[in-house]
């Protein structure tokens, strides 16, 4: 659905002040609602759950959502690294501008404590076909991003080397810029939802290519902590992207200490049981950790974030598509 400026910038507007966008209304006042559930063999909606990706959420009791495969976590990465490197899937959906969680997984607000709810994959691909036709769309995106900005910081001025004349620099300009309005909102707002956001976003990315690094050095035979194939390769994921993730906060000026509301594998304690736990990153209220394994809210890991004293409101956990066709997903308190 298309918006005017106007309409766009009172969403905004209202977002600050409530943490809530509106109800869409039409021009006779009836109430839209959005659809995020499709089949992408051919774009049509469906009822959810609905398409090959579809799945909104499962209840603890009914069992996590499965990859279809049925396979160990070894059998996918034997299989992986046989295989013929192939494309990836639709880009659809990847400049839609999700802005809390509950915009990024669909049914999360509703959903009983304990569930586990899948992320929309689709809004965190950075790796999908881009064309020339689409960087009107790119664009577009970037200057709104750029106008909630300087709506926020009046005073601030974006420097450019020189025109982005080619879709990949077009793509980062949106990326910056995406990033840069999370760490305003923090400084201006005090509301850490978008950082929280650009922070799966981009450790969802960083995750892939970390993976896909790691089947070709498994291959080689060139990664060696560990004593199983999964847990060379969770290995070295964890260290990858935790150098990459500590480096993009270091770059936008985010602190990154231990008794602050980010933290990049820093322990939580549990004052009451004097057990801790470790996630890869906090970003205030939430936890974000990467595994090559499905975690539910009765996991023990799972279980220690929430006991931990810092007691998050939602546990995300990534996990790279190329692994896991189920895609990554946030445990609800």
């Known amino acids: ?47 959810a759950p609905g398409g090959a990706r579809g799945t909104a959420y499962v209840r603890p009791e009914s069992g996590h959502r499965t990859s279809g495969s049925g396979t160990s976590a070894s059998d996918r990465i034997a ?11 639709s880009n659809s959906g990847a400049f839609q501008d999700p802005m809390t969680l509950e915009q990024v997984a669909p049914g999360l607000r509703s959903a009983p404590g304990g569930a586990v709810v899948a992320v929309m994959d689709h809004l965190f691909d950075f790796t999908g076909p881009a064309n020339e036709m689409r960087i009107g769309q790119i664009d577009a995106q970037a200057d709104n991003i750029l106008a909630d900005i300087k709506r926020l910081n009046p005073g601030f001025h974006y420097d450019e080397l020189g025109p982005n004349t080619t879709v990949e620099g077009r793509l980062n300009r949106l990326n910056d810029l995406r990033m840069i309005r999370a760490v305003t909102l923090v400084r201006v707002k ?65 602190k990154v200490t231990s008794q602050g509301r980010v933290r990049v594998n820093r322990v939580e304690r549990d004052s009451i049981t004097g057990s801790y736990r470790q996630p890869d990153i906090r970003v205030d209220d939430t936890a974000i950790d990467i595994s090559l394994t499905k975690k539910q809210g009765n996991t023990p890991q799972v279980r220690g974030f929430f006991g931990s004293d810092f007691r998050p409101n939602h546990v995300v956990i990534i996990t790279p598509n190329e692994y896991n066709s189920g895609g990554s997903s946030i445990i609800k308190r």
């Open 1 to 47: 659905m298309q918006q005017t400026e106007q309409l766009r910038r009172q969403a905004f507007s209202s977002w600050l002040r409530t943490g809530r966008w509106p109800i869409v209304r039409t021009a006779d006042g009836i109430e839209c609602k959005f659809n995020p559930y499709h089949d992408p063999t051919n774009g049509r909606f469906t009822f």
């Open 79 to 89: 299989h992986l690294q046989a295989r013929t490197p192939g494309g990836r899937g």
């Open 190 to 254: 005090g509301g850490y939802g978008a950082l929280t956001i650009e922070t799966i976003r981009r450790r969802q990315e960083m995750a892939d290519k970390a993976y896909e690094e790691g089947v070709e050095m498994l291959k080689q035979g060139r990664l060696k902590r560990g004593t199983t194939d999964s847990m060379r390769l969770g290995n070295y994921i964890d260290t990858e992207v935790r150098k990459k993730i500590r480096a993009l906060y270091d770059r936008y000026g985010i």
